[in-house]
């Protein structure tokens, strides 16, 4: 069976070595050397200013929301995983969406501008698949309208724009470490925020709002990363160049038999660093989609249609039609891409795509 993704997963004898020194001395959560360990060694491959590990990609969304004192409307994308769109509704804001660009399925910064009113205070956008959004022109608009900005980016680890990582751009920014994504934890995440006291702020909050023992600098919850989870980090880390560098030849070779004018496939920001998080492939129309999938599924080939449904669609959101985020959101698939994934079952994932269309 050939599933969208597979979980990089080293020897576990590896993670057992790494996981042992947290063991034996019984620290297995609260902030222990292994979480410090993988901040410390994130940080300083990617030149970023703050990270703090934590437990999913979620819960960050939720707690910068909350340290940013968001009220009121917050625009954000139709096109994207669930969690952005249901943390500021769980934060008591309201989603506004802004329709997406039809060529890179990011948020456009004309549709965002749009949709300003008195009561927006934030944009909370997603770098789709690790695709950068257009980040100076949200910039120029979060600036001139006096709006924070948040980056959910959960895809994007390892993605970097004019020599930048993607983490460093936004009030804040977000990443999953799920074990679905490109780097992963089993379960987990991380804050990002290059300003000190928001940093602080957002470390505060991810630890029940402790300031030390016995005092408490104000609410919080918990998001802490324990052991286990760095340790997991820890042990796929250093793979993380060779991961990126077999998906790149496999993205490159699905390209290359699928790249033919019969698909639409994501356009990717120029002066960006990518990382090949996913494979999307967008259809003629949902009926030639449905046919290709269940061919595919019918051979245990399962790809998966992210995103679906547009997040305007979902009843609670309560959205308006989004024209491009429905078009594409009913004709993407996401082929399988993994590490242990054979140049011979990418031929052969495409060869039946092809048959059908
Ligand atoms: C995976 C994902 C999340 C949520 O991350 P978890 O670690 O599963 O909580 C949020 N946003 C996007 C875009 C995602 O793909």
Avoid at 4 to 21: G, H, M, W
Avoid at 42 to 49: A, Q
Avoid at 183 to 188: Q, V
Avoid at 227 to 233: D, V
């Amino acid at each position: 069976m050939i599933n969208v993704t597979k979980s990089f997963l080293p020897d576990q004898a590896e993670y057992n070595a790494i996981l042992k020194t947290s063991w034996d001395k019984a620290w297995i959560t609260n902030r222990g050397a292994l979480v410090k360990e993988l901040e410390q060694k994130i940080k300083t491959k990617f030149h970023i200013t703050n990270m703090i590990a934590t437990t999913n990609g979620t819960l960050p969304l939720q707690i910068a929301i909350k340290a940013l004192h968001l009220k009121g409307e917050i625009i954000t994308t139709p096109f994207s995983y669930i969690a952005t769109a249901s943390s500021i509704v769980w934060e008591s804001c309201t989603p506004v969406f802004a329709d997406i660009e039809a060529d890179s399925f990011n948020i456009s910064p004309k549709e965002i501008e749009a949709k300003i009113t008195d009561k927006t205070s934030a944009i909370i956008a997603t770098h789709v698949f690790g695709n950068p959004c257009n980040l100076e022109a949200i910039d120029n608009i979060a600036k001139k309208y006096n709006l924070n900005v948040i980056y959910d980016a959960a895809h994007a680890f390892g993605v970097s724009y004019k020599g930048t990582s993607i983490f460093e751009f936004g009030d804040v920014s977000t990443c999953s470490f799920h074990a679905t994504k490109i780097f992963h934890t089993g379960e987990g995440g991380a804050l990002f925020a290059k300003d000190q006291g928001l940093y602080d702020k957002l470390y505060y909050h991810h630890n029940f709002g402790h300031d030390g023992p016995e005092n408490f600098h104000g609410l919080g919850i918990n998001a802490k990363m324990s052991e286990f989870q760095a340790a997991m980090g820890l042990t796929v880390f250093p793979y993380f160049d060779s991961i990126i560098e077999r998906r790149e030849l496999l993205y490159k070779l699905y390209m290359e038999i699928l790249g033919s004018g019969k698909f639409q496939f994501q356009k990717i920001l120029e002066n960006s660093v990518y990382n090949y998080a996913y494979f999307p492939l967008v259809f003629e129309s949902e009926a030639q989609l449905n046919t290709v999938n269940e061919a595919l599924n019918s051979n245990q080939i399962f790809p998966r249609r992210y995103f679906y449904p547009s997040l305007n669609t979902i009843d609670y959101l309560k959205g308006e039609p989004m024209k491009n985020s429905e078009s594409i959101a009913k004709r993407i698939l996401c082929l399988p891409l993994y590490y242990d994934l054979t140049e011979d079952q990418v031929k052969t994932i495409s060869n039946h795509i092809l048959k059908h269309v």
